[in-house]
């Protein structure tokens, strides 16, 4: 993985619901993690274990709905969390436990739906 | 328990036959019975049903009709929540999903030619199983205390008529008056549990009755977030209460619900309110259907299935897998994994390694939440810890409360995710 090259600033939209463990930072990743085609299958599976906490409704409570958002910034959200770039513990170590096609899976799924 | 161990042995081999491939029944959809409505059986049953699309027939069977959930049972305690917030009823599943609901409990299983009988008089057939039963209590383990005590002396570790009758009898507690809590030893359902209870019931009573006291009598030396509690307690219900651990003669507990009277260590206590919460085992319908060794259900961490039959997936607080800890959220997580494995298994659906997570938050105080958290695999031996973490002691005001809003958001979410 290359975090230098090509400086992105990333939207943080999932740091739009105020968490004082969230803090923001620049974070980038590399065009070839950005590419990685995500399994729509695989990703709603993994998507379960989300949606524990993330209402597959979408509702706001304490914790955002993440329906709908768009791939890239799912899958920055995700690798920032793996990297300890967003603070929350328990995103951390959901994020931690995620591989690159994982990462992208989940993100192709979470995309897909309202 | 019922199981005719001839006529086991005789099906198994066309059992393991029809595994081959994956099963399509000429009588029709391949069936699902699910025994206990709880965090492992609503969210199994809603994740079959949900996902198969209506190829395989989900049955649940619950004898109540309304669930309320432990998890935020002690949040009532502590007059944060009422009860009707933390009930829930099945009408979604049946009617949005298509579960057939029957309010009835499993009395009998017959693992050889897979039927689950009904107290009703009833019984169904089913091609794969799934018990979450939860917990059922020991016997004889707290020296004193039986069920026939649980009125005098509540468990409150079943939500419901339990939990209302401890908080009304720590309401009407006298003036500087003793509250008992008698701990479980290890392992049982939700390690923090007894100890967000104590911070509770503390919150309660510091505002209703400030003189009063608490005594913890634990048969364990440690318990789960001790740090994190025991910095709260000091903080916050500064002398009030007073845990007594395994190396102080906590486990030397004796009780007698007609005096009101608690024995540690061969002191005697006269108490106001007493919450026993005994040592705990497998829901009996485990011991049923033949598939306990020792307390618990052993399983493969793979689906959950059960390592006496693999027909009979067991999830949840009964399940023997591991490093999990029995909570609700590690229940629903197993659900996931075994509804994945059993549509694969009847309909051939694509079947993904297993993953599995859990956070357990607690609530020390007002808008002081603390939590602990681990994500799991698979392996051949036992469901295995990958990677873990817990809040700090010291923390801020602010993590605290965003850690309490966070678990609001997790009790919304993982209600919606067993209940539709
Ligand atoms: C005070 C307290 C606080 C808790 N807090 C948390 C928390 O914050 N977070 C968390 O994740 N977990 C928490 N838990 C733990 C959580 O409640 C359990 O781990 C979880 O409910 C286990 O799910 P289960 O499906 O195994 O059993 P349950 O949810 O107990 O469900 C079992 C169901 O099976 C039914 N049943 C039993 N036998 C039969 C039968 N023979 N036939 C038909 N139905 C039957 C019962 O009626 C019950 O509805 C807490 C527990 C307690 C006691």
């Known amino acids: 993985m290359c975090f230098r090259s090509n400086l992105i600033a990333s939207v943080f939209l999932f740091g739009t619901t105020l968490n004082a463990e969230q803090t923001i930072e620049k974070f980038t990743l590399s065009p070839s993690i950005l590419e990685i085609e995500g399994d729509l299958a695989y990703g709603e599976y993994l998507a379960s274990d989300c949606q524990t906490c993330h209402r597959a409704d979408n509702s706001n409570q304490g914790i955002p709905g993440i329906n709908g958002r768009e791939i890239k910034e799912i899958v920055y959200a995700l690798h920032e969390y793996k990297n300890k770039y967003r603070k929350n513990q328990v995103m951390q170590m959901m994020a931690g436990g995620l591989d690159d096609e994982e990462i992208a899976a989940l993100a192709s799924y979470f995309a897909s739906l309202q | ?420």
């Open chain 2, 1 to 420: 328990m019922s199981i005719n161990r001839r006529s086991f042995i005789q099906t198994a081999a066309a059992v393991t036959a029809s595994l081959a491939t994956p099963m399509v029944m000429a009588s029709g959809k391949p069936r699902v019975v699910v025994v206990g409505g709880g965090a492992g059986g609503a969210t199994v049953a809603r994740y079959i049903a949900k996902d198969s699309k209506g190829a395989i027939d989900v049955t649940l069977v619950e004898p109540s009709r309304t669930y309320y959930t432990c998890f935020f049972s002690n949040l009532y305690l502590g007059g944060f929540r009422d009860l009707g917030s933390i009930a829930h009823s099945y009408g979604n599943l049946a009617s949005e999903y298509g579960v057939n609901v029957v309010h009835d409990w499993a009395v009998d299983i017959d693992g050889g030619g897979k039927t689950v009988s009904l107290a009703g008089g009833g019984t169904l057939n089913y091609d794969r199983l799934v018990l979450s039963p939860g917990i059922d209590f020991v016997d004889g383990a707290v020296d004193g205390w039986d069920l026939n005590a649980q009125n005098k002396m509540p468990h409150a570790y079943k939500a419901g008529s339990q939990t209302e009758l401890l908080k009304a009898q720590l309401a009407s507690m006298p003036e500087g008056g003793v509250f008992a809590m008698v701990a479980p030893p290890n392992p049982y359902r939700c390690p923090p549990g007894p100890y967000e209870r104590i911070s509770m019931i503390a919150h309660m009573l510091k505002k209703s009755n400030p003189t009063a006291k608490i005594i913890v009598a634990d048969p364990k030396p440690k318990f789960s977030k001790m740090g994190l509690f025991q910095e709260g307690w000091a903080n916050h219900y500064d002398g009030m209460i007073d845990w007594i651990g395994s190396d102080f003669g906590g486990g030397n507990v004796s009780v007698n619900p007609e005096a009101m009277t608690v024995s540690i260590d061969g002191e005697e206590t006269k108490v106001d309110a007493c919450n026993v919460i005994p040592a705990m085992k497998a829901g009996r319908i485990c011991e049923m259907a033949g598939i306990t060794d020792g307390n618990w259900a052993p399983v493969s961490a793979h689906d959950m299935s059960s390592k006496v039959d693999s027909n009979i997936h067991v999830l949840g607080d009964a399940s023997a897998q591991g490093d999990m800890p029995k909570s609700g959220f590690s229940a629903n997580s197993q659900a996931k994994v075994a509804a994945m494995a059993i549509r694969g298994a009847l309909t051939g659906s694509k079947v993904f390694p297993a993953k599995f997570s859990n956070t357990c938050w607690s609530l020390v105080d007002t808008n002081n939440g603390v939590k602990v958290g681990a994500t799991y695999k698979a392996t051949d031996e036992k469901i295995a810890k990958v990677d873990g973490f817990i809040s700090k002691t010291g923390e801020t005001a602010d993590v605290r409360k965003a850690t309490y809003e966070e678990s609001v958001g997790w009790y919304a979410g993982i209600t919606a995710d067993m209940f539709g």
